[in-house]
């Protein structure tokens, strides 16, 4: 399992030290939370201390470290990894490729899709026809990157009336993967999307009274669809590919919209 040259440049009690800072903790903090001395915190993240394979996985449980970043920390350290990354469509994974499928079969006529960390489309169900329809096609070509299909001046950004606010939601949510992984594609991405036109959603106009989450709003055939979503994850994952695994379900949020989607 590789790691980035970034990561494998670098001994592990710096990584744990970036990690610690990430997430804001002390080094009494995170002591306190560890059940570790401060002392031997301090000698593990200046190199004095060589920390063994349950520490890292003790102090990476405390710092919610990402299973694959995980690894990372035990392959800087010179132990072999814990975590595996099964492919979706191994047969051990054939319970969770029905669950997924269910998911989504069971959510039509509304837009359903999975994703995995980098926003990259693992699976769909037929009403993400309602977006997808609007995308240039080489933008679905696989592996196609949803925040890419949304914002690119040829996906679906021209046909978002509020883009500039659901532009500014989806770079948010991005900027906080980048800080959750620590992962330079992620970063590339980010840097990607703002180059695309569209404002970065502090020019959106103020949300009005009693709104309680960020609307999708898609002009299609005429008609404003406007849309809220949830996200699911799969709980206590011990497999890479299902902790990075998550679906994201659209609902109608107007009468309008889910008279307009149950019409044949």
């Given amino acids: 399992m590789s790691a980035p040259a970034a990561v494998r440049s670098r001994p592990v009690g710096e990584l744990l030290r970036q990690w610690r800072e990430r997430r804001r903790l002390s080094q009494l903090e995170l002591s306190l939370r560890a059940e570790v001395s401060t002392r031997h915190l301090s000698f593990v993240e200046t190199g004095r201390s060589a920390p063994s394979r349950d520490l890292i996985l003790q ?55 999975v994703i995995d960390r980098a926003w990259q489309l693992v699976d769909a169900n037929a009403s993400l026809a309602l977006f997808t329809d609007l995308v240039a096609p080489h933008l679905l070509a696989p592996p196609a990157n949803v925040l890419r299909a949304s914002l690119h001046p040829e996906g679906l950004a021209p046909h978002i009336v509020n883009l500039a606010e659901w532009r500014g939601h989806l770079l948010g949510r991005l900027r906080r993967n980048v800080e959750t992984f620590a992962d330079p594609v992620l970063s590339d991405l980010l840097d990607e999307l703002r180059g695309y036109p569209g404002g970065d959603g502090h020019d959106a106009e103020p949300h009005g009274a009693g709104e309680i989450v960020i609307p999708l709003r898609v002009r299609r055939d005429g008609r404003e669809l406007v849309f809220f979503s949830t996200v699911a994850t799969f709980g206590t994952p011990l497999d890479i590919t299902l902790a990075e695994l998550s679906i994201e379900s659209f609902y109608p949020a107007t009468p309008e919209t889910a008279a307009a989607l149950h019409t044949p």
């Fill in 59 to 113: 102090l990476s449980e405390h710092l919610d470290v990402p299973l694959r970043a995980r690894n990372w920390l035990l392959l800087a350290a010179g132990f072999a990894p814990v975590y595996g990354e099964t492919a979706l469509d191994a047969p051990e994974m054939a319970a969770v490729r029905a669950a997924v499928r269910q998911v989504l079969t069971g959510h039509e006529p509304y837009p359903a899709v």
